[in-house]
Nanobody, 115 residues
């Protein structure tokens, strides 16, 4: 089973930046769809951004122009560069790897944006 380890979360002031990383174990990373999701307290877990094995990306409307997802297949790692952060971006951010119909989640990393 693929294991995912997220890092890079923390506390930042509004307008600041953070870069999240998600490292995957195993040998399937290069063919997987990778996604970043977030879940705020009392809310559902929503897709933030995703990237296919070919590099095609998709973003939630709320983060377009501010967040960038990228991947390094040589390092089995996906990144989420978050700029111009807003208090409403505060959430636990989860990485997900999907191959076919199977998906695994990371443990999550907290991002807190203060106003």
């Amino acid at each position: 089973q693929v294991q995912l380890v997220e890092s890079g979360g923390g506390l930042v002031q509004a307008g600041g930046s953070l870069r999240l990383s998600c490292a995957a174990s195993g040998s399937i990373f290069s063919i997987a769809v990778m996604g970043w999701y977030r879940q705020a307290p009392g809310k559902q877990r929503d897709l933030v951004a995703s990237i296919t094995s070919g590099g095609s990306t998709n973003y939630a409307d709320s983060v377009k122009g501010r967040f960038t997802i990228s991947r390094d297949n040589a390092k089995n790692t996906v990144y989420l560069q978050m700029n111009s952060l807003k208090p409403e971006d505060t959430a636990v951010y989860y990485c997900k790897i999907t191959v076919g119909f199977k998906g695994n989640w990371g443990q999550g990393t907290q991002v807190t944006v203060s106003s």
